[in-house]
């Protein structure tokens, strides 16, 4: 009789036990279910988007920020679970796919994945464009320069090596950026894993060393030239216009040899703790009036049609932002190179 008395208490314990634990954790489970982490490049997001979509949606968004790709990737390997929708540059997406960091895509989830336009569903920037990742903007690497100290025209990458801006040049901070630029003014791909090639960028490289060549990120290069502090940089071609506005003495130009064209991408992290959320920031982003702000915003190029007739006349008609056929042609994407980074992360090195 003890032993059925106990077991009955034993059984009433347990059972309110489960109840009180389900009561504390359903709250828990529905405010993690209210928010959604998204991670993107230091200063290039569009609070007022995030804003909207939470007042859609009910669902908040917290933001972090990145500076470079490898501290992206360092991150997100090292916090497992803290992000859920993450921006990355394109030729990064296969990396991150190979470190088991993002998930390959339901696009039953994304119905406004139809707004991609037609020639980049069909023919993709890359192989994982509709099925790890999604379009977010696109852009191109060139040469920003200060009117008050360089009187000549700018066409050319090799106006770098001109020993009357020594001291007064700088290049990104990144291995690809610069290899991009010995490799583009030597005549060659931006993605070449040729010896006889990346010996001879490794030649111009020394030599742009001893012309006093600098390094920074892309706002921090063109703030520099707007102060004279710099002359002539290598930057994104929507930042300039973002940072300097109508300013008549500062110029960028897509160098004839030909440019990077950059492409950023959003991807869904594996191991993301609110799916349903990111789904849906995911697919607000696909919207033509969405994907519109961050152009009117940043000036880079959206991959999404209908999104013109959001965009504000001058970034539309200004043709260093949207390229003519011609201009574009000559640019080209990064594609993963693998072992050959490090030969890029050398000569990189020996330039700084």
């Not at 230091?42 to 968004?61: A, H, M, N």
Request: glycine fraction near 6%.
């Amino acid at each position: 009789m003890k032993k059925i008395y106990f077991s009955i208490i034993l059984i009433f314990l347990l059972t309110t036990v489960f109840f009180i634990v389900k009561k504390i954790e359903k709250p828990v489970i529905e405010q993690e279910n209210k928010v959604v982490t998204f991670y993107n490049w230091k200063e290039y997001t569009d609070i007022s988007v995030l804003t909207d979509f939470e007042r859609e949606t009910g669902i908040k968004v917290t933001l972090y920020e990145y500076e470079t790709m490898p501290m992206m990737i360092a991150e997100v390997h090292s916090n497992p679970g803290k992000y859920d929708v993450i921006v990355m540059d394109g030729n990064i997406v296969s990396v991150m796919k190979e470190l088991k960091l993002i998930e390959e895509l339901d696009l039953n989830r994304l119905p406004d994945y139809k707004n991609v336009k037609e020639e980049l569903r069909k023919k993709p920037f890359y192989d994982h464009q509709g099925r790890y990742s999604v379009p977010h903007l696109w852009g191109t690497t060139g040469l920003v320069y200060n009117t008050d100290y360089v009187g000549e025209p700018v066409n050319s990458w090799k106006v770098l090596w001109n020993k009357k801006y020594k001291g007064k040049i700088a290049l990104m901070n990144d291995p690809r950026e610069v290899m991009a630029v010995l490799l583009k003014s030597s005549g060659y791909s931006l993605n070449s894993k040729k010896p006889e090639e990346l010996k001879i960028a490794e030649q111009q490289g020394l030599l742009l060393k001893e012309n006093g060549v600098k390094f920074g990120e892309t706002i921090g290069n063109i703030e520099k030239v707007i102060s004279g502090e710099l002359w002539i940089a290598e930057v994104y071609n929507g930042d300039v216009f973002y940072k300097t506005g109508n300013k008549k003495n500062i110029k960028f130009v897509n160098p004839g040899e030909g440019f990077n064209l950059w492409s950023e991408y959003i991807c869904l992290c594996s191991d993301a703790s609110n799916k349903e959320g990111a789904y849906k920031l995911i697919n607000y982003f696909l919207r033509p009036d969405v994907s519109a702000r961050f152009t009117n915003t940043f000036c880079n190029v959206s991959p999404i049609a209908g999104s013109e007739r959001y965009i504000k006349k001058e970034i539309l008609e200004n043709p260093v932002i949207y390229l003519s056929e011609d201009i574009f042609s000559k640019g080209e994407f990064y594609i993963d190179v693998g072992d050959t980074n490090k030969e890029y992360e050398r000569i990189f090195n020996l330039l700084k």
